[in-house]
């Protein structure tokens, strides 16, 4: 039979992370406050997961970041003899507990701790093999269990984190088979990177991503989106694309405008483009990538769409100092003529010489050798 956890907690959890439905968000929180204020210590870490960002909760969810009143929850979870509330913190990086100690009464070990939440899941109770999964991909298994290079020896530690990662893949399965979806990243990773030795398996990998997408993940519609596009169904990837949009994968954005770009694959149309292109880079302003299309777009013009060397100036310096070179050529371009900026020629050459066979490179270092 299941372990279950009160009521309340396991209601909210099945809205929150199994249904991830955003009409019934409220209710799910409302659920663990009800179940914290009477004590409850599983309700406050499951209440403070909730407040840490979309790698613990789908961001369908829209919910606010706040990791102080996040590990304020923690740390009362703690003192309230939650076996998983102490696990789940010591996986949480940047928490530190009160007394310095992940290990509170009516335990005395981070072992007790350890197979506790382990007797949990081998009853059924999917978040705790998700947990357990966690400790094993992230190999803090270790730590709980004392098993370290320096207590076991460097041969033993290694065959030790290859057979965490064998456990890790085993239940992050059972867990997406249940429909919990925050498993899939790291599942998927250990599938396509061959994590400390596992074999890599791509096209199960794949087969996870086209899950993920069939539970209404957001970012694994995109990515199946990216799929169809690479093949030529353009309208199905755009269908994937808006599906993605829906569940709020902002990067979608992007996805969908640069199709429409110098460089999409559907017939151009830069006032579309620009639609999605700034809708995206509302949501997601340090991101390289939509600083560059959007820069370009600004740069080139067309289509009604006059040249604004201000702004373009503007995203395409931001891209640069991100870290991305994609648009040094237009970049440079404008330290050459003064476009949106004061003439500069040498950050001009430094800026084509990055990408010197870029026509514009080309050109502009033609006539700085002049």
């Known amino acids: 039979m299941t372990v279950r956890f009160d009521e309340r907690v396991d209601n909210a959890i099945s809205i929150l992370w199994f249904e991830r439905n955003p009409a019934r968000r409220e209710e799910a929180l409302t659920m663990l406050r009800s179940a914290a204020n ?20 789908d961001p369908v969810m829209e919910l606010p970041i706040d990791r102080n009143f996040a590990f304020e929850c923690f740390r009362i979870s ?46 059924g109770q999917i978040f705790c093999k ?7 991909y992230y190999c803090t298994a270790g730590d709980l269990l004392d098993i370290t290079p ?38 998927v990773d250990i599938l396509r990177t061959g994590r400390h030795g596992a074999p890599r398996q791509l096209q199960r990998a794949q087969m996870y991503i086209h ?9 694994y519609e995109r990515m199946v989106g990216n799929e169809y596009r690479d093949e030529g169904k353009l309208s199905k990837a755009v269908e994937l694309y808006e599906r993605a949009l829906s569940h709020k994968d902002d990067y979608a954005y992007y996805c969908l405008g640069k199709l429409y770009t110098f460089h999409g694959a559907m017939p151009l149309d830069l006032q579309k483009a620009r639609a999605y292109l700034e809708e995206g880079y509302a949501r997601l302003p340090d991101d390289a990538g939509f600083c560059n299309l959007l820069g370009e777009i600004y740069f080139r013009g067309g289509q009604d769409i006059l040249p604004d060397y201000d702004q373009a100036f503007l995203l395409l310096s931001k891209a640069y100092f991100k870290g991305s070179t994609w648009g040094s050529d237009m970049l440079g371009t404008c330290y050459l003529n003064g476009l949106g900026t004061k003439t500069n020629l040498d950050m001009a050459r430094k800026l084509f010489e990055l990408h010197p066979k870029k026509p514009l490179a080309a050109g502009g270092l033609k006539r700085l050798r002049r």
């Open 78 to 123: 703690l003192t309230l003899e939650s076996a998983v509330g102490m696990l789940g913190a010591m996986l949480q990086d940047g928490f530190e507990p009160p007394g310095n100690t992940f290990v509170h009464p009516p335990y005395h070990t981070k072992k007790e701790i350890w197979d506790v939440v382990t007797d949990k899941a081998k009853q």
């Open 130 to 136: 998700y947990l357990i999964a966690n400790a094993y």
């Open 150 to 187: 320096s207590t076991v020896g460097k041969k033993k530690y290694e065959r030790c984190q290859y057979e965490w990662t064998a456990s890790a893949m085993k239940l992050y399965e059972e867990c997406v088979a249940a429909g919990l979806g925050i498993a899939l990243p790291n599942l």
């Open 38 to 57: 009477l004590g409850d210590g599983d309700a406050y870490y499951f209440l403070g997961r909730c407040y840490l960002g979309k790698s613990y909760v």
């Open 211 to 219: 899950i993920g997408a069939d539970l209404g993940i957001g970012t």
